[in-house]
């Protein structure tokens, strides 16, 4: 698929970090783990050290694995946050409470094959604009949820395109954290705004000015 970075993450763990070193040197490594709970699964990436899950409960919890990623400097993305939960996958709704979302980096809003409906990347995505509307800013970001090879053949699994810096994991992911990303399943897709007093952008993340007209391409 031409990746120049991958994130392979296990649940609840970081052991897959051991490989990194027998991979190909063109692919940069992002080390991770997707924090599994029984109220919602969170993926970290960055982290040098696994993310203590347990005896934490449906309220303030998610705020105690927050602070575990952000103290290594890492990411936290809210996965699957609409797909179905119990009993068919157990904790795989997103059912935290007294969640300050000002710590959320992004949010997964295509997770997989975009119409499987068990997902729900139509809730995921309709999740992700309620938090924009309401002021927040988490980058939406895409997996492919592989847990087999025979799903990795499906040729139509969502790419996150990074800008950033350099191919380092540092740099892709504070692209990321500054919402330089959009997702795509092959197509690479550009974007300007161009305002009338000459004001221009062309990434992903950049804010335009509260007032002014502005020409979209």
Known sequence: RGLDFLAITEHNTISQ?????SWPDVISAIRGSEVTTFNGHLMCLGLGEAIDWRDIGRGSGAA???????????????NHPSAFGDPWCGGCHW????VDYAQVDAIEVWNGRWAEPETDNEGALAFWTDLLDAGYR???VSGTDSHSAEEDQ???????????SDPS?????????RGRVYLSSGPILSFRARGTDGVEIRLPGDRLPPDGTFDLT
């Open 154 to 164: 499906y040729p139509a699994l969502p790419l996150n395109n990074v800008h950033a």
């Open 95 to 98: 059912d935290f409470a007294l």
């Open 138 to 140: 988490p980058t939406a």
């Open 17 to 21: 970090a051991g490989e990194l070193g």
């Open 64 to 78: 105690l694995i927050f602070d575990q990623a952000h103290r290594q400097n890492a990411i936290v993305s809210i």
């Open 169 to 177: 994991e540092g740099s892709i992911l504070d692209g990321i954290r």
